[in-house]
């Protein structure tokens, strides 16, 4: 079983990013579920959504504690979260930014989503959108299929450029 | 059709094919996606149903009742103070052999304010002669609230039917959804004693005490008339559609010495507990009970028994271990554990299994980790 935690910001859609993920991996053949952490959430305050990937029906509904992969959407979260707690080994990390940081030694990659989100004009109530482009990102590290991710997000958004912010993710991927 | 879906989602696309001609609601987190949905569908004209979004769950259940005594197929959803706010409404219902439908997304109650997972809000409503599933994946959502139909309105049931998921871990949680073409898997409503509104009467409606009694027989005598109708429908779903139920759903208890009972999400939690507790080389099974009414025989003979409850009865116990000594003579090891949402992992369960005392009453993290 694959395990992702996504950590964001209430408003910036962590939760939509979990259930695109999901369906994704469906679209790929697999069994998915994404779980958002719900807690007392309110816009900005920085929030957690769990998705699990396996090729059998998921029977897990608690917590994410070992995770496979942790998708950051907003660094700034970085200071009140330990973004890093329970890693599996070997896990990595995908931080919305315009290059690597250095994280105790753990595969990391990065990807200016906010800056793609600003380049294609996906800004909805002056957010940019998020949530679309990261499945480029992560159809790059080969956690989905490209194809799967254009048609999870074609099913959830009419907007064509959220598919063209997607593959400006995969291709602008640093390791 | 697989698609994915919430299980607020899966219930509302289940109520959409069942077709009721009425459906009054009143939103309450987590429940509000499938009013809602409902809601949408009955706007876009994909649902041909009259909504009747109502000022409380009590007038959602009055409603339902004065729309089903005309013989029509009806529909509501709650949760938890929702729930309770209706349940003189919810005594009606079934005393009035309303075969309505409603989803309860389990939560618990306040105070203190909580929003979570807990099935003490529905078995609150144990004795209301209500029929009761509990659900463990999105999947089940579904077709356990097709099911309901089906049940609830068969004539040697004719009782209402509560399909309760876990607030959040089912109602929030998005799985892949198979959708099946229902074709006449529900038949057309027949209410034998339904009004006729084209023939307007009034009846003095006080029952005396003889009557009463036997009406209230006629509930159990229905009650006990269900379990086969259950059993046939879950049989023909599985026929129909190719997805298997049962009362308990079993997972490697054939040779297992020790089992562990649950209930919603941590029925299913409790499978992956037993995976690494057979791993460990101890005889490990999970039962995951699915119908809290009627209440299920089970065997479990020369088995020692874990029984985690998601619920509590003060001064009395977890309900299902109590009723577990009750019906089938076990002494189990009594866990409360995941009230109010309470975090509870396959690794916590697993080590429930290893630290079983029969006969005790364990509260999970309050008198300390097992």
Partial sequence: MFEVRIHSRGGQGGVTAARLLALAAIRDGKYATACPFYGA???????????????????????IRHPDLVLVLDPSVMEVVDVLQGMKEGGRVLMNGSEPREMKGIPTFAVDLTGIALRERLVVAGSPILNTPVLGALAKMGIITMESAKMAIKEMFSDQRNVTAAEAAYAELIA | ML????????????????????VAAYPITPQTEIVEQIAEYVTSGELKSQYIPVESEHSAMAACIGAGVTGVRTFTATSSH?????????????????????????????????????????????????????????QEAYDATLMAFRIAEHESVLLPVMVNLDGFLLSHSMQPLQSVDIGDFIPPIHLPHAIDISDPTSYGTLTGPNDYFRLRWDIERSMRDSVPVIRETQEEFARRFGRKYDFVEEYRCDDAEVVVIAMGTLGKEAE??????RREGLKAGSMRIR???????????????????????????????????ATEGVTPFSVIAGLGGQEVTYDDIAGFVRGRRPGEELWFGVNGHV
């Fill in chain 1, 41 to 63: 959430e309110r816009r900005g305050a920085a929030v957690v959504s769990y998705v699990r990937i396996d090729d059998r029906p998921i029977r897990v509904y608690s917590q």
């Fill in chain 2, 291 to 325: 119908w809290l009414r009627p209440f299920p025989r089970i065997d479990l003979s020369g088995k020692e028994v874990v029984v985690i409850d998601r619920d509590y009865s003060f001064g009395f116990g977890g309900v299902i271990a109590r009723s577990l000594a």
């Fill in chain 2, 82 to 138: 929702g729930l309770h706010y209706m349940h003189e409404m919810v005594n009606w219902a079934a005393g009035a052999r309303l075969p309505i439908v409603m989803a309860n997304v389990n939560r618990a109650l306040g105070p203190g304010w909580n929003i979570w997972a807990e099935h003490t809000d529905a078995f609150q409503e144990r004795d209301t002669g209500w029929l009761q599933v509990y659900v463990a994946s999105v």
């Fill in chain 2, 272 to 277: 992956v507990a037993v995976d690494l507790l």
């Fill in chain 2, 3 to 22: 698609t994915v879906a919430t299980g607020n989602k899966a219930v509302a696309a289940a109520v959409k094919q069942a077709c009721p001609s009425v």
